[in-house]
């Protein structure tokens, strides 16, 4: 299983390198203000993914933070509970 993910990898990577040759002719990029950027048309892809990765990257990096803020908490509220206020945990049924 692992040589044919590996085959895969490497035949995906042949397409990319192949469609990159394909597209390295040159494009402008207008900005504002008649300013613009003259670079081969990957490198702009290239940039906009990786933009697009890091912006999703830091959303999920949040959304993570909060949880473990929230989920901390709780086990703090938890432990100072007294013993006799705490339920058993629901799946402990299951084992007996």
């Known amino acids: 299983m692992r040589y044919l993910l590996r085959i895969v990898e490497l035949a995906l990577l042949v397409l990319l390198i192949a469609i990159t040759v394909q597209n390295s002719h040159i494009v402008e990029f207008k900005l504002f203000f008649g300013e613009s950027w003259s670079a081969p048309l990957i490198v702009f892809l290239l940039g906009f993914f990786i933009a697009g990765a890091a912006v999703g990257l830091l959303a999920t990096?949040?959304?993570?933070?909060?949880?473990r803020r929230e989920l901390s908490?709780?086990?703090?509220e938890l432990r100072q509970r007294p013993q006799s206020q705490v339920e058993s945990d629901p799946s402990d049924a299951l084992v007996e």
């Open 61 to 67: 990096f949040t959304y993570y933070l909060r949880m």
């Open 73 to 76: 908490q709780l086990k703090k």
